[in-house]
């Protein structure tokens, strides 16, 4: 009961606003924005042959390098790497999903 109880609100929550700076949004924008190119989980290759799995990322650089690079454009001046634009909470959520991958 108490699982089906759980199931529908992650359901519900899900089709509401999820919050942008939760690690579960930020999954959702790394697999949408940067899963092309990135192995964005705890295994797998990435797709795009010299991007790095962010986990390797993540094991050379700290969350705040991350925040920091996302947040003053880094990857607009990258030559491989396409324009983002994201939203301070945006870069909470990326940061908190990529902080789950550091071991
Ligand atoms: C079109 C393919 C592509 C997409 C989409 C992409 N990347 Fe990348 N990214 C690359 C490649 C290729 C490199 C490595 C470039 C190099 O080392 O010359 C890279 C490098 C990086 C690095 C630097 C790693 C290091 O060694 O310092 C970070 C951090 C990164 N990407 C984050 C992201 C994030 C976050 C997103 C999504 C918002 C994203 N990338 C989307 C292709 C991509």
Redesign the pocket.
């Known amino acids: 009961m108490g699982f089906i109880f759980s199931f529908i609100a992650a359901a519900a929550l899900a089709g509401t606003t999820p919050d942008p700076a939760s690690p579960q949004a930020g999954r959702a924008?790394?697999s949408r924005?940067?899963?092309?190119?990135?192995a964005i989980g705890a295994r797998g290759a990435?797709p795009?042959?010299?991007?790095?799995p962010?986990r390797?990322?993540m094991q050379?650089?700290s969350p705040d390098d991350?925040r920091q690079?996302?947040a003053d454009g880094?990857?607009v001046a990258?030559?491989?790497?396409?324009k983002?634009v994201?939203k301070p909470e945006e870069i909470e959520g990326?940061v908190a999903y990529?902080t789950t991958l550091k071991r």
Not at 33 to 38: W, Y
Not at 48 to 52: C, I, N
Not at 78 to 82: F, G, L, S
Request: aromatic share 12%.
């Open positions: 924008l790394a924005s940067c899963g092309g190119c990135h990435s795009h042959g010299k991007a790095p962010f390797q990322v050379r650089k991350i690079a996302l880094f990857f990258h030559p491989v790497m396409p983002f994201l990326l990529l």
